[in-house]
């Protein structure tokens, strides 16, 4: 997530801006100016840097061993990855719940676990694209149980988690729990944090702006046919939620191919194959496809 190209970018135009400010002062103006000019740059350049700074802080601080614990018990791709991966999931997850508010209803505090989960969600679905950005304004709440269409709470309610195109996303405590309580191909954080990238665009129609869709020929083609063969109940990997639209089909597929990858490339390799050239890894063995620049 973070973009050291941009910050070398601006860190270089910042020097440009002292350089040839103070020569410019130096030439015609009064000596204070001299000092001035420089102090215009390297402001510029502090500015510039400091949400970067702060980031890789947070990014490269050491998590607690309870955090470690956590991720290893329920987060099988985590257990993947090798250790220098391992170190740098740790600090995508640290960044995500540094930088996103998540409470309960009335601001009620979110038990670490739980929030843990979410920002291993959010680290997984980014882990082979650290250049994606999460919306930051989009607070995640945290509900105890489920509810219905008008908002009422109770497990028996059907709504385990809603998002969107603008506002807070939310989430069913209990379904955060039971998502990542074995690898089912059922994981209320991925799915709703693959709409979340799908509504980057202001669009949920399971193509995501952000993807490089350029690397994946045909892939609208492919959510088509998927959501018929989901329709006419063809079998397959999806389950039948899948066939509601193009977006929910997206975010279904999310949660199998991280959550069941073997029998996602099994049951339904072109799909596979898709969403492992979107999401940049293998999550099975959680070896990047491409290497990532420096
Ligand atoms: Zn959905």
């Known amino acids: 997530m973070l973009k050291r190209a941009a910050v070398r970018m601006q860190s270089a135009?910042?020097?440009?801006?002292?350089?040839?400010?103070?020569?410019?002062?130096?030439?015609?103006?009064?000596?204070?100016?001299?000092?001035?000019?420089?102090?215009?740059?390297?402001?510029?350049?502090a500015a510039a840097l400091r949400p970067i700074t702060r980031r890789e802080r947070v990014a490269l601080a050491p998590v607690p061993e309870t955090w470690r614990e956590l991720l290893s018990r329920r987060v099988p791709f985590y257990e993947r990855?090798?250790?220098?991966?391992?170190?740098?999931?740790?600090?995508?997850?640290?960044?995500f719940l540094a930088e996103h508010?998540?409470?309960g209803p009335q601001g009620s505090e979110v038990p670490e676990e739980v929030k843990l989960m979410i920002g291993a969600g959010a680290a997984m679905l980014c882990h082979g694209r650290p250049d994606w950005e999460w919306p930051h304004v989009r607070d995640i709440v945290v509900h105890p149980t489920?509810?219905?269409?008008?908002?009422?709470?109770?497990?028996?309610?059907?709504i385990a988690g809603q998002v969107h195109l603008q506002g807070p996303v939310l989430f069913s405590r209990k379904q955060i729990r039971f998502g990542f309580r074995k690898p089912?191909?059922?994981?209320v954080v991925l799915h709703e944090l693959a709409h979340v990238l799908d509504m980057a665009d202001g669009a949920a129609d399971g193509s995501p702006d952000r993807f490089a869709w350029s690397a994946v020929p045909g892939w609208e083609d492919l959510v088509k046919s998927r959501l018929k063969s989901v329709r006419r109940k063809q079998g397959g990997p999806l389950r039948a939620y899948a066939g509601t639209n193009s977006a929910e089909l997206f975010a279904v597929a999310v949660e199998v191919f991280f959550e069941q990858p073997q029998r996602l490339r099994k049951q339904d390799p072109q799909l596979y194959e898709a969403l492992a050239t979107l999401f940049n890894v293998d999550p099975d063995t959680g070896v990047l496809r491409r290497a990532l620049p420096e």
């Open 146 to 158: 489920q509810w219905n269409e008008d908002g009422e709470p109770g497990d028996h309610h059907g």
């Open 184 to 187: 089912d191909g059922e994981n």
């Open 13 to 45: 135009i910042a020097v440009a801006i002292a350089v040839v400010a103070s020569v410019l002062v130096l030439a015609v103006a009064p000596w204070w100016m001299v000092v001035i000019g420089p102090l215009v740059g390297l402001g510029y350049r």
């Open 81 to 95: 990855l090798t250790p220098p991966a391992q170190r740098r999931f740790e600090g995508d997850v640290a960044v």
């Open 101 to 103: 508010r998540i409470y």
